[in-house]
């Protein structure tokens, strides 16, 4: 029906907003595909039928069966603003605020959900015209197999003829340097030893090389040099860890399931899936084997069925989706299609694929062989699945709703890969079917998207940059005969991960040195020509690990259940084994970019951000490596400064330092000891009680609240503590102690001298008791404010209070004659003039408010944490 209060809407406005969103629209791969999967389904199976161009009158003049159509809106003007959801009439409708929509019954939540997540993001919607026809018809393109690159099987190429001779290590250069030359480029100088090392070390196993082994490495001068260092770190069991997190991306690892109502949030035994990824990796499992494990672990033969079905995590592991089986099967099928082939089949859920020769029937072919699976009952810790004793004879779901079924389709692979005469799955669900079709030699895309995610890890960037879709919107490889000659190679080394990777770092071109060259740089900016290295930042795992490694603390220990790496006392196991929460991802891995666990990851992104160096200055984490990396006895016992700083290099940064380096820390360390013995000024804030003199109205004593719970601080972990009885101080408020020689106290010291002015609100909630005192009171005798308060609230407001640097300005909060109902809320804002020289001027006692201070950190630890925030550390090269 329509509105009963249509808004006139300008046209010009209409234009002007149009265009900003014109403009606005490279939407990234991911934000497309989260309109794929989340908005446009419920588009087509709650909305077209009202709001779209099948009805020659739309309802309340709305369409939203395109893009321009939707920032349209209809008689009531726009139904969303970009970016801002709460502003928009759609989410109102659909909160069923103002208008109900749809109509026949809200959403659920999660799905009203993900359209505030959507215009948050900007509202990213590819449906650049409106179809004129929505009756089952693909509303994009079709491509035919024979048509695109990536359905081809690939072609062992000729090696192709290069005028330097002398450079390449490898067939593998002399494909690189084909397409160098005709450029006119030449390949950039080796890196040095202690730079290819490090390397090295990075990409093969996560950690930093010792001094040691750098020495080594540089003293042997032997041809065979750089290969017994390949052989040495593939062979360590930390390389499984270093290759497992990757695969761990791919498979969209958590320790939990996200939001599951009231059960029970935890995957017990997910820690089983992660140690059977790394162990597979180290044991250099072949993928074909490792593919089929994750698929089909209970029914590939494997002699230890128990290891078997917690290769099965890869399948199982997901998000819970509320437990709605629809949604966890169309994770399945997405983790598995994108991550094991670089294809985007759930697209294909609602409607035939837009771009790529998918039809909604193959997608439902799949669907059919996860709903004939269940996951064991009878072990609630089991990973795997189990065939259903009867398969599932799947339909079509009519624009993806389950209550609309459509044409029955056989249980088989894609088309677009097992051809037109493909025979139907004939055992049980199809699983293990499926996954040899998958793992087969004669799928055009599967050790093609392997081999490019593992050379993307190696060089900082695929072949092809979309890893996890090799379909017809993906650009074509930057060098493609030499992925086809990397793939074929792969299997006929038994798609062995470990002779895959030993085979590109002995290559030339992975070992050129990564300086820029200007002449080039402006040319080819991206590097896609591969004529020097990437330079690359440690991720979040590595930069961790590398904290712990140099300060002798890490943990070598393989597998196990997982820990909080966030709280005190630090754990110092590899990162690999820090619980990873999906619905409350710590900040701290947010901020390193670290995987998102709620769905597969094609890559991660990288931001440089100041959160980043501000963890490294402030985390309680690092300060508390930086003390132990002093202490190591081969630190701590060297007496000379300079002596010291050396080995301080040759610890952190596997090198000597240069004189200017050297002398630059010997002058910091002797200013900063200076500088250390002066007397620490107090704190801004400070929490505590005391005694409140009520005949000389001055506070005669102040005296630090001795515990902190995290939110409050207060006498001791009771309440009230056996000695204070009730005074306590929050963020927001608190409650005096049981008589005036414990009345609570909020104290702030003045950074400089000037004029303060507060602002203020005190309140008492009850009517019961006789409520509380409150008084300002300025170096411990000034009475400047002075209110009480009973069931009621009151501002507390000074003005032009006179203080000189040090000077204390104390908030203080006593229980009158009856201690009871005492709790109180009591907000200060502080502002001096003039500014202070350095620092704030403006201070709130709510957003201020905090536990205790860390210790502070000694000369020698700051400049060792100093060292530990170089870029030199956090990069690899």
């Not at 754990?571 to 670290?594: I, S």
Request: hydrophobic share 35%; with cysteine.
């Amino acid at each position: 029906m329509r509105s009963r209060f249509a808004l006139p809407l300008a046209t010009t406005c209409l234009c002007i907003a149009l265009a900003d969103w014109v403009h606005a629209t490279d939407w990234s791969r991911e934000q497309v595909e989260f309109f794929e999967a989340k908005i446009r389904p419920v588009l087509v199976g709650r909305c077209y039928e009202c709001h779209s161009a099948k009805k020659a009158d739309p309802d309340a003049g709305l369409r939203l069966d395109s893009a321009p159509a939707v920032l349209r809106g209809g008689d009531s003007g726009p139904v969303l603003v970009p970016g801002k959801p709460e502003e928009s009439l759609l989410v109102e409708a659909l909160r069923y605020e103002s208008y109900e929509m749809p109509p026949d019954g809200k959403l659920d939540e999660a799905t009203v959900a993900d359209f505030v997540r959507w215009i948050e993001m900007g509202a990213p919607d590819p449906r650049n015209a409106a179809p004129e026809d929505m009756q089952g018809k693909p509303d994009g393109v079709s491509v035919s197999a024979q048509d695109h690159w990536a359905f081809k099987p690939p072609v062992r190429p000729e090696l192709p003829e290069v005028k330097d001779a002398s450079w390449p290590k490898s067939e593998i250069d002399r494909f690189i340097l084909a397409r160098l030359e005709p450029e006119g480029f030449a390949p950039s100088p080796p890196a040095n030893r202690r730079t290819l090392l490090r390397r090295l070390s990075y990409d093969l196993i996560g950690l930093p090389p010792t001094m040691a082994e750098v020495e080594e490495y540089e003293s042997d001068q032997s041809a065979q040099a750089t290969e017994r260092q390949v052989d040495r770190l593939l062979a360590s069991p930390h390389f499984g860890e270093r290759w497992g997190r990757h695969w761990l991306d791919v498979a969209r690892y958590s320790d939990t399931k996200g939001y599951v109502f009231q059960e029970s949030r935890e995957y017990e035994k997910a820690y089983t899936y992660r140690d059977w990824v790394v162990q597979a990796f180290n044991n250099d499992m072949s993928y074909r084997q490792f593919v089929l494990c994750q698929i089909a672990g209970d029914q590939v033969g494997n002699s230890d069925a128990k290891k078997s079905l917690e290769a099965m995590g890869f399948l199982t592991l997901g998000r819970r989706f509320l437990n709605r089986q629809h949604d966890i099967i169309d994770d399945r099928i997405d983790v598995m299609t994108r991550g094991m082939m670089g294809l985007t089949v759930a697209c294909a859920r609602c409607h035939d694929h837009k771009y790529d020769p998918i039809p909604t029937a193959d997608y439902y072919s799949l669907y059919g062989v996860f709903a004939s699976c269940d996951e064991p009952r009878d072990d609630a810790n089991s990973l795997g699945l189990v065939d259903k004793p009867t398969p599932v004879e799947p339909h079509i779901f009519l624009r993806g709703n389950p209550a609309s079924r459509g044409d029955r389709v056989p249980r088989q692979f894609l088309e677009v890969l097992g051809g037109k005469d493909r025979r139907p799955f004939e055992n049980g669900s199809g699983r293990l079917e499926l996954a040899e079709a998958i793992a087969n030699e004669a799928n055009p895309l599967t050790a093609r998207v392997w081999v490019n995610r593992v050379w993307g890890h190696l060089f900082g960037q695929g072949l092809v940059d979309t890893p996890s879709d090799f379909g017809v919107r993906s650009d074509p490889p930057s060098h493609p005969e030499l992925l086809d000659w990397l793939a074929l190679q792969f299997i006929e080394d038994g798609w062995s991960t470990k002779s895959l990777i030993r085979r590109i770092v002995l290559s030339s071109v992975y070992q050129q040195a990564s300086d820029d060259r200007s002449e080039w740089l402006d040319v080819d900016p991206e590097n896609r020509l591969l004529w020097k290295a990437n330079r690359r930042r440690l991720d979040f795992e590595s930069l961790r690990d590398s904290v712990l490694a140099v300060a002798g603390r890490l943990d070598k220990t393989i597998g196990g259940p997982p820990v909080q790496l966030g709280q005190s006392p630090f754990p110092a196991r590899r990162t690999l084994y820090g619980k990873v929460e999906r619905q409350n991802l710590p900040g701290m891995f947010r901020t390193f970019d670290f995987a998102n666990p709620d769905a597969h990851v094609p890559k991660r992104y990288e931001t440089v951000v100041p959160q980043q160096a501000l963890f490294m200055m402030n985390s309680p984490f690092v300060m508390e490596q930086a003390e132990y990396l002093i202490a190591l006895p081969a630190v701590a016992g060297q007496g000379e400064t300079a002596e010291r700083i050396r080995t301080l290099y040759r610890v952190v940064l596997a090198r000597e330092p240069d004189e200017g380096e050297l002398a630059v820390g010997v002058r910091y360390l002797a200013d900063a000891s200076k500088m250390a013995d002066e007397p620490a000024s107090d704190p801004i804030w400070q929490y505590g009680y005391g005694r409140l003199d009520e005949a000389e109205r001055r506070l005669a004593s102040f005296t630090s609240l001795p515990h902190f719970t995290g939110t409050s601080w207060q006498g001791g972990p009771e309440t009230p503590d056996p000695k204070l009885g009730w005074v306590i101080l929050s963020a927001e408020g608190g409650h005096p102690g049981n008589d005036h020689d414990h009345a609570a106290v909020r104290r702030w010291s003045a950074p400089s001298s000037g004029i303060v002015t507060v602002r203020g609100n005190l309140q008492h909630d009850t009517d019961q008791g006789d409520g509380v005192r409150a008084l300002v009171i300025v170096g411990g005798s000034q009475v400047e404010g002075d209110w009480t308060v009973h069931n009621q609230k009151v501002a507390t407001n000074v003005e032009r209070l006179s203080v000189e640097l040090g000077d204390t300005i104390d908030f203080v909060i006593d229980c009158r004659t009856n201690p009871g109902w005492d709790g109180f809320k009591w907000s200060v804002a502080l502002e001096l003039d003039p500014k202070p020289e350095s620092g704030s001027a403006r201070w709130d006692s709510k957003t201020d408010f905090r536990g205790p201070l860390p210790k502070p950190l000694d000369v020698w630890s700051r400049y060792t944490q100093a060292l530990l925030m170089t870029n030199e550390f956090a990069y690899i090269d």
